[in-house]
């Protein structure tokens, strides 16, 4: 029976290419919401789930991180996904025929320099792999699409121009998620630990709770601040740090990082990805 693995958009989006990039061997599930995407895993119909979490450009994709301490699914793997945009339009469309392009707001202001060149104007779709899908019921030589090549692939569209992106080096990093967490793997390149914290309320809180990562040699990746409950002052960390939770020096920090906190709950443990470097 082939595994599932659900995502959040239309067939086509980047996140069903992320898909394909990372589980080949998987039925892609496309969703609505990141809600129904980690409901359909949390709930056994499908086996995974792909969530973006953030974009080297725009950065940290919004309500992800609250939405991944409160999924009770765990993180198993990463997975960077090169975000390639492409201009599509209806089969034997000539370049010079396109008066406009639709895309999501963020897809349309990462290609101004391409769209200004050619005279192209820009209209706000609600996606990128939707207005590929509206492109092509539209079926206006005139009107493209600015989407993943995956997507003129589903939706019969040809490709005008490949990688149009203003910044070559446009990324956005996933997370796969999972029911059971899987500590028996011990990556190439190492392992990252992802974990949520809150610290007590005493002062220089936070800046205790780091140290222990820094005597026991911990390195610490990533660490973002986000409210929580609607309050300007109840704060809640997302850190990552590299290391497996059994290693000795790792243990000792988690450790030091709990006296100074009142709550920790860990995400997952996964490999580091080669793009991670």
Known sequence: ?????AFQGEPGAYSHEACRVARPDMEAVPCRTFEDAIELTRTGQTDLAMLPVENSTFGRVADIHHLLPESGLHIVNE??????????????TQLEDVKSAMSHTMLLGQCRDFLRRYGIRRVTGADTAGS???????????????????AAEIYGLDVLARHIEDQSSNTTRFLVMSREPDLTRRGNLG???????????????????????ATNGVNMTKLESYMVGGSFT????????????DDHNVQLAMEELEYFTSMIKVLGTYPADPMRR
């Open 234 to 245: 109840a704060t809640q960390f997302f850190a990552e740090i590299e290391g497996h939770p």
């Open 1 to 5: 029976m082939t595994q599932r693995i």
């Open 191 to 213: 392992m990252v630990t992802a974990f949520v914290f809150r610290v007590r309320n005493i002062p220089a809180a936070l800046y205790k709770a780091m140290g222990g990562f």
């Open 79 to 92: 997975a960077f996904v090169r975000v390639h945009i492409n201009l599509l339009a209806m089969p034997g």
């Open 132 to 150: 590929a899908r509206r492109i092509a019921e539209i079926g206006d030589p005139a009107q493209a699409a600015l989407a993943s090549e995956l």
